[in-house]
């Protein structure tokens, strides 16, 4: 099973609003990813969790919070968001966040309209 | 310099023809490389990954990595309309790297 699964597929907030995505996987991977990706951009990175600890914030605004309740669940709250923040958000996870077992398998996304 | 350069496409091939698709990184130290597929609206889709010098092939896909080179390809034979998607050439340098994408498209 090398499914990540993300809720919601589409999600439309104003900028007053407070609102979460969700990751979850079940593969026992032990690192878990936020990217962001703009249209016909690469996927940029925003946050990893490695064993449940933040590792890196990639100079993220803090109007974006990450979450890792369990090595499964990851989720990403938000809130006083921009138009520009309308993107893409991906997660990914990976059974190690280096050596030979980094591939990275991604959720289906979830598509944010920020108005 | 960008830490992974691919050429932006796009990239056109006739049905049946083989799609080659280059990817050059700047991290002398990075160890594992891989090439995701991603369709319009979709997400990246993982579809090969190689961690050592010389070619691995799965299918209808060939990866090649040179290491003294710093270059890294794909090889896609008997293209099918199907393949059409962009596709990302990511390096970990520790964290994962990708690069704009190439644009591919297969003509029937």
């Known amino acids: 099973d090398t499914e990540v699964t993300q809720t919601p597929k589409h999600l439309v907030m104003g900028m007053t609003n407070k609102k979460s995505l969700k990751c979850e996987q079940h593969?026992?991977?032990?690192?878990m990813y936020w990217y962001k990706q703009k249209a016909k951009k690469p996927p940029e990175l925003m946050f990893v969790?490695?064993?449940?600890?933040?590792?890196i914030n990639e100079s993220v605004p803090s109007r974006f919070s990450p979450e890792c309740p369990n090595s499964s669940l990851l989720n990403l709250h938000l809130h006083a968001l921009q138009p520009e923040d309308s993107a893409l958000y991906l997660c990914?996870?990976?059974?190690?966040?280096?050596?030979?077992?980094?591939?990275?398998?991604f959720g289906p996304g979830t598509r944010l309209t920020v108005l | 310099q960008k830490e992974v350069e691919q050429n932006s496409g796009p990239l056109s091939v006739p049905e049946g023809a083989i799609a080659s698709l280059n990817c050059t990184y700047s991290?002398?130290?990075?160890?594992?490389f891989f090439w995701y597929r991603q369709y319009s609206g979709k997400s990246p889709e993982l579809i090969m990954s190689?961690?050592?010098?010389g070619d691995k092939e799965d299918g209808r896909f060939t990866a090649q990595l040179n290491k003294a080179s710093q270059y890294v390809s794909l090889l896609i034979r008997d293209s099918q309309p199907s393949d059409s998607a962009t596709y990302l050439c990511?390096?970990?340098?520790?964290?994962?790297?990708f690069g704009a994408g190439t644009r591919l498209t297969v003509k029937p």
């Open positions: 990914a996870s990976s059974q190690d966040r280096a050596g030979s077992n980094n591939e990275q398998f």
């Open positions: 593969m026992g991977h032990r690192a």
């Open positions: 969790y490695s064993y449940e600890k933040l590792s």
């Open positions: 991290d002398r130290v990075s160890q594992s």
């Open positions: 190689i961690y050592s010098n």
């Open positions: 990511a390096v970990n340098t520790g964290d994962m790297r």
